[in-house]
């Protein structure tokens, strides 16, 4: 069972950046998705950014393109989610996840979740 670890949440004020950390507990470069989502208060699980090894791509949601930049480190077997001009609607507990398998719209793996809070 593969374990995810985010860390690198807080609180910050509009306009400030984050960096959120995925550590996880096998090799980075066997996971051919890793994702990040968020969850606000009241409001369903949403994609935030993902990161595909098989073409090297990265894909984003309209609402932080140009904003948030997801970049993987084999070596530390973490992904990251950089994170700036932070909006108080980014406020949510950020999740990491990650799969195996390409072609599949699921995520078998989950972190716990680090909070993010944006002030205004």
């Known amino acids: 069972q593969v374990q995810l670890v985010e860390s690198g949440g807080g609180l910050v004020q509009a306009g400030g950046s984050l960096r959120l950390s995925c550590a996880a507990s096998?090799?980075?470069?066997?996971?051919?998705?890793m994702g990040w989502f968020r969850q606000a208060p009241g409001k369903e699980r949403e994609f935030v950014a993902a990161?595909?090894?098989?073409?090297?791509?990265?894909s984003y949601a309209d609402s932080v393109k140009g904003r948030f930049t997801i970049s993987r480190d084999n070596a530390k077997n973490t992904v990251y989610l950089q994170m700036n001009s932070l909006k108080p609607e980014d406020t949510a507990v950020y999740y990491c996840?990650?799969?195996?398998?390409?072609?599949?719209?699921?995520?078998?793996?989950w972190g716990r979740g680090t909070q993010v809070t944006v002030s205004s």
């Open positions: 096998e090799p980075t470069f066997s996971m051919q998705r």
């Open positions: 990161s595909r090894r098989s073409i090297g791509r990265t």
């Open positions: 996840a990650a799969d195996k398998r390409d072609l599949t719209t699921t995520y078998a793996y």
